[in-house]
Each structure stands twice: as structure tokens, then as C-alpha cells.
């Protein structure tokens, strides 16, 4: 695997203080900071979907929803617990060992803002197919398509927090990316919700009506891809650190 270096390893014997200064050189580091920012924007937009899929498809069709009943709901989120399964068992070690982290990480991102920006447009089905074939089988595609994106960049994402620093700091750059997701994982529900409610009743049209809060979801998502050209390389393997220098050998005197 190439070397991953960031500037050199801090020297031995420093105690709390030396240790805590290098593992904050690591955590400042592109890779590091890059990857933890790339993982919140991501669960930011996931947790912003989960929380408008329902509100979508719970409201009525002339309001631009899908009017669907909780019963239906209910089977239609139960469906991502399969398609999740399919992904982690068979379609995501197959396609990784392909591509490689980064590029895996890349195309499933891609993935990311067609599904947020696929799930209003459903509203444009006929009534008439409420219910039946005609209305399941593209929800079940959104689903599926949803559940391939964020679960493959969900894992991918995690690989390369993983990779980006050596063994010794790796649960501190965990701990740092665990609060930011967290963060936005806080704000993603009111998010979600208020902008969601503002399209309904702002009385204007396309693109600002009910499309409005999956097309901001998507350009969220649109950011977090940018983001991952930033990245090098190197971030799609496991760290390896330079090799300390070799220490010098004093000459004998005769």
C-alpha cells in the first residue's frame, strides 16, 4: 500500500502532552478533517430524507404528496430492511473490490442526490394507480435506490475516516467524527421538517414548492460529493506511517 504521510510522526518518550500534540497534527490534517466533514454533510442528508419521507407520503395528493395510509407507509419503509441486506451481503464487497473505497464512495454519493431528488416527482403518478403496481413498484425503486446509495457511502465513508490516520489516534479522529454527525444529526429533524412545511404553504410553484426540501437535501449531498475530490489518494488504504529515521552510530575512538 503507498505511504500516507502528513508530515512527520512525533518523537517517543513525550508523555500526555506530546501524545495529545500529535493527535491533534493528525486530526488538522486534509484527510482527517475532509473525511469528518464529508460524514456529517452525509448523515445530515440522510437523517433530513428519513424524516420527510414520511411527511411526503403521509400528505394529500393535492397538496403534492402521495396520500398514503400508515399501514402502507409502514410497508414501504419495511422494504429498506431488505434491500439493506441484499447491499451489505452481496452488492457492496462485490463492487468495492472493483472500484476501490474512494471511487465506491464517489459513485454511491453520486446516488445520493438523484434519490432526494427522485422521491417528490412520484407525486406525479396517476391516481388512478394508487395502490395498485403502477404506484409500488417506483416507490419500491426509490427504496431500493436510496438504500444502495447511503448504505454503500455510509460504509465507504466509515473506510476512509479509518484509513486517514494511524492506529494510535484513530479513536480520538472516531470520537471527533461521532460529535460532528452527531451535531448534524440534531439539526437534520427540525431541518427537514420546517423547510418541508414552508414548501407546502408558501402558495409558490416549481421549484419551490413540495420538491423544495429534497432539492436542498440533494445539494447538501451535491457538497459532500465536492468534497471527496479533495481527498487524496492515498485515503483508500490503511495508513502507513514513514519509517522512523535509523538512529546514528557514534564512531569508536582508537
Known amino acids: 500500500a503507498p505511504c500516507q504521510a502528513e508530515g512527520?510522526?512525533?518523537?517517543?518518550?513525550?508523555?500526555?502532552?506530546?501524545?495529545?500534540?500529535?493527535?491533534?497534527?493528525?486530526?488538522?490534517?486534509?484527510?482527517?478533517?475532509?473525511?469528518?466533514?464529508?460524514?456529517?454533510?452525509?448523515?445530515?442528508?440522510?437523517?433530513?430524507?428519513?424524516?420527510?419521507?414520511?411527511?411526503?407520503?403521509?400528505?394529500?395528493?393535492?397538496?403534492?404528496?402521495?396520500?398514503?395510509?400508515?399501514?402502507?407507509?409502514?410497508?414501504?419503509?419495511?422494504?429498506?430492511?431488505?434491500?439493506?441486506?441484499?447491499?451489505?451481503?452481496?452488492?457492496?464487497?462485490?463492487?468495492?473490490?472493483?472500484?476501490?473505497?474512494?471511487?465506491?464512495?464517489?459513485?454511491a454519493g453520486f446516488l445520493v442526490p438523484l434519490a432526494c431528488v427522485y422521491l417528490p416527482f412520484l407525486s406525479s403518478l396517476p391516481q388512478s394507480w394508487e395502490g395498485g403496481p403502477g404506484m409500488w413498484l417506483p416507490i419500491l425503486a426509490f427504496f431500493l435506490l436510496k438504500s444502495f446509495a447511503f448504505g454503500g457511502a455510509f460504509t465507504a465513508v466509515t473506510i476512509l475516516i479509518n484509513n486517514s490516520a494511524p492506529p494510535a489516534v484513530i479513536g480520538a479522529v472516531h470520537g471527533v467524527s461521532q460529535a460532528a454527525v452527531a451535531l448534524t444529526s440534531a439539526v437534520a429533524p427540525a431541518l427537514a421538517g420546517s423547510v418541508f412545511s414552508w414548501s407546502l404553504q408558501n402558495g409558490l410553484g416549481f421549484p419551490l414548492d413540495h420538491h423544495f426540501a429534497f432539492f436542498l437535501f440533494a445539494a447538501t449531498s451535491l457538497g459532500m460529493m465536492g468534497l471527496s475530490y479533495v481527498l487524496s489518494p492515498s485515503v483508500q488504504y490503511r495508513f502507513a506511517a514513514p519509517p522512523a529515521p535509523a538512529p546514528a552510530v557514534a564512531a569508536l575512538g582508537g
Open 8 to 107: 512527520d510522526e512525533e518523537g517517543g518518550g513525550g508523555g500526555d502532552e506530546e501524545e495529545d500534540r500529535g493527535v491533534m497534527k493528525y486530526m488538522l490534517t486534509r484527510n482527517v478533517s475532509v473525511a469528518v466533514c464529508i460524514y456529517a454533510l452525509l448523515r445530515l442528508a440522510a437523517v433530513a430524507l428519513d424524516d420527510a419521507i414520511p411527511l411526503f407520503m403521509s400528505t394529500p395528493r393535492v397538496d403534492g404528496g402521495l396520500g398514503m395510509r400508515s399501514q402502507q407507509i409502514g410497508g414501504a419503509l419495511l422494504s429498506q430492511g431488505a434491500f439493506l441486506i441484499l447491499h451489505v451481503l452481496i452488492l457492496f464487497p462485490m463492487i468495492k473490490a472493483r472500484m476501490g473505497t474512494l471511487s465506491f464512495f464517489r459513485f
